[in-house]
């Protein structure tokens, strides 16, 4: 979810800045378009190297989010029994919670979806160009037969017949040398790329807007090379333009077909057509630009924090959304029978300082996360018996030691609630209990203290 969200408001921010330093009716420029659209993804990328080695070492990267607090919403725990949480306790903000885990799936199936859609109107592009007559001589163009526009393949050109009959020789060089332009440029790759990046993206709106800027910006530049090289040509430069977009408004391609390849006229919006016959026609840029290095350079500014904060939110989204959601579930109904702090040890005799606390129970009890986290330890040894350990994130670790099952994966991520193991007597222990501990930054604290629910009472026993 952080990956989505924070591109999705990060790429926003980004746009306006954008937006705020260029004129209502500035024409793309292809170089800033592209370093726009680079400074959306970029961040996304940082934060999804950050997320791997949190995986891969989650010690070492521990987000430093301030304290938490339980504030005055715990439900107070009466007498020595701990019961489960409540179900009023069970918030809206938890229920939502609870979905995040299908939202990769969500993603996924239409992430899949589009991709089918992009590799068959790949294959569409490819048939029609393997399909296509070359010139007698090796030019590189080939004419198509049915109403499709003109486009950029490979390495070769394809020309529709109708816009072969319907345009003089010198327009028709034109357009063949828009075409060549964007062969030259290298466009017919970097429409493919951002084809797919419409599909990784395809929930953000502000990235597919700036694809779109980035494919006009392309044949604005197109046409300048071809104005450039033939000044006097613009206005029969225009015409054939218009001509081909007559001939596009016919074709029989889908959408998806062609926005993967450089056409004369991509499918978009009647401002773009006109920016571009405009475009066309001026001799010269007029009037003063904003500066566009500014934005530039605020866009940027931003990469590093919006990298850092799709990592931190990421440690724990749970927490991320809503402090009170935050080890909000219990993670065993039973009696506690030791607290956090001084005792006297049932096994020596002697005094010594409780580090968790113990909850009596029968064996097999469940035991359930009581945040949402990651696995990180999963052992046994003499003296705790099977044990399980969970990072939370935020420097918070929780323990469960004298199991006598553990139910999920080593490295497994686990959600508030989800059950993680059965109460036991495995290791040194008077009875099946469950001894859980809280650490922050490495340190035991009182379970309590997150977990107010578990406060003890004065007569509680020691197990």
């Not at 007597?425 to 379970?447: C, E, W």
Request: charged share 15%; aromatic share 6%; glycine share 6%.
């Amino acid at each position: 979810m952080v990956l989505g969200l924070m591109p999705l408001l990060a790429s926003a921010l980004i746009l306006a800045i954008h937006r705020l330093f260029r004129e209502r009716d500035d024409a793309p420029v292809d170089g800033v378009e592209k370093r726009m659209l680079a400074v959306m993804i970029v961040p996304v990328a940082m934060g999804a190297v950050l997320l791997l080695l949190a995986r891969l070492a989650p010690a070492l990267m521990t987000a430093p989010i301030p304290e938490y607090s339980a504030g005055n919403d715990a439900v107070a725990m009466t007498g020595e029994a701990v019961t489960s949480v409540s179900q009023a306790r069970f918030s809206w903000v938890t229920w939502a919670l609870a979905g995040i885990p299908l939202l990769p799936v969500v993603y996924a199936v239409v992430a899949a979806v589009a991709a089918i859609r992009l590799l068959r109107a790949q294959s569409v592009l490819r048939t029609i160009a393997r399909m296509a007559l070359p010139l007698p001589a090796d030019t590189g163009i080939r004419i198509a037969s049915g109403a499709v526009p003109a486009f950029a393949w490979g390495r070769h050109i394809i020309v529709p017949q109708r816009l072969l009959t319907g345009l003089g020789a010198d327009q028709l060089e034109l357009v063949i040398a828009h075409e060549r332009a964007h062969l030259r440029r290298g466009d017919t790759g970097f429409y493919t790329l951002l084809s797919w990046i419409e599909v990784i993206f395809w929930f953000n709106p502000f990235i597919r807007h700036q694809t779109a800027r980035c494919r006009l910006a392309a044949e604005l530049a197109c046409d300048a090379l071809v104005t450039r090289a033939n000044p006097e040509m613009r206005q029969a430069y225009a015409a054939s333009l218009l001509t081909a977009l007559k001939h596009t408004a016919g074709a029989t391609l889908p959408i998806s077909t062609q926005t993967c390849a450089p056409t004369v006229f991509s499918p978009s919006n009647s401002g773009e057509f006109r920016m571009r016959i405009t475009e066309i026609m001026r001799a010269s840029s007029m009037g003063r630009k904003r500066p566009r290095w500014i934005a530039q350079a605020m866009a940027v500014a931003l990469i590093l924090p919006l990298a850092g904060a799709q990592f931190v939110l990421s440690q724990n989204p749970a927490r991320a959304a809503s402090d009170a959601a935050f080890f909000s579930v219990l993670p065993v109904t039973g009696t506690i029978s030791s607290p956090f702090g001084k005792r006297t040890d049932p096994l020596t005799g002697a005094p010594a300082f409780h580090e968790g606390i113990d909850v009596r129970g029968k064996i097999g009890t469940p035991i359930y996360a009581p945040a949402a986290g990651r696995v990180v330890t999963v052992k046994t040894d003499s003296r705790n018996g099977l044990m399980l350990e969970i990072n939370h994130g935020d420097g918070y670790v929780t323990r469960y030691t004298h199991l006598n099952k553990i139910t999920v994966d080593d490295t497994a991520s686990v959600t508030a609630g989800q059950q993680i193991a059965e109460l036991g007597n495995s290791g040194q222990n008077t009875g099946p209990h469950l001894h859980f501990m809280v650490f922050k930054n490495g340190a035991p604290i009182d379970p309590a203290t997150v977990l107010p629910q578990m406060q003890a009472t004065p007569s509680s026993k020691a197990m």
